[in-house]
């Protein structure tokens, strides 16, 4: 599977050392067809306006933001285990968001 590395605050090393684990390394990913921007750090909602379904982000680890438009992807949240994007599609989905 491809995996793409969303630089977060703690990731300090060079590219290629990610390069080793992961298919790519960015700071943020758009996927245009469902409208989900994918980021570390949640971006403001006034970024999502018009433009994003929804924010899939991490950063915050256990807290939520209450907006549905918001799908905290931290560790602590999904239980340390990653999730397919079919996963996350339903949760929009579950929040009336697509």
Not at 33 to 61: D, E, M, T, Y
């Amino acid at each position: 599977k491809k995996r793409i590395l969303l630089l977060g605050n703690h990731d300090i090393f060079g590219a290629d050392d990610y390069l080793k684990y992961f298919s790519d390394v960015r700071s943020y990913k758009i996927l245009p067809a469902s409208k989900i921007i994918f980021s570390h750090i949640p971006i403001h909602p006034n970024n999502l306006q018009g433009r994003f379904v929804c924010n899939a982000h991490g950063h915050l680890h256990e807290r939520t933001y209450e907006d549905k438009r918001y799908i905290n992807l931290s560790c602590e949240v999904i239980n340390y285990a990653p999730l397919e994007l079919d996963e996350i599609i339903q949760i929009m989905k579950n929040r009336e968001l697509i």
